[in-house]
């Protein structure tokens, strides 16, 4: 299952990261590791982006970088 899949009020393992090394950077820059649990707080009113809480943080990310996302629900 994939992040942008899962709806608001939801928490979620991240167990991987299906993404081009650039991106993965960048969303492992944002503390959206393997093993880290996420919830989703709020997506847009027309869809794009969602907002997720990890360690305490919360980003907003276009659904298409939270596609990559793969998480245990």
Do not use: K
Not at 2 to 30: C, D, K, N, Y
Request: proline share 5%.
């Amino acid at each position: 299952m994939h992040l942008g899949t899962i709806p608001v009020g939801r928490t979620a393992t991240i167990r991987s990261l299906e993404a081009s090394s650039v991106i993965s950077q960048r969303l492992m820059a944002f503390g959206l590791l393997p093993g880290v649990e996420v919830r989703v707080i709020a997506v847009a009113p027309l869809g794009d982006p969602i907002t997720v809480e990890a360690n305490g943080s919360r980003i907003s990310l276009r659904r298409e970088d939270a596609s990559v996302i793969l998480v245990n629900a």
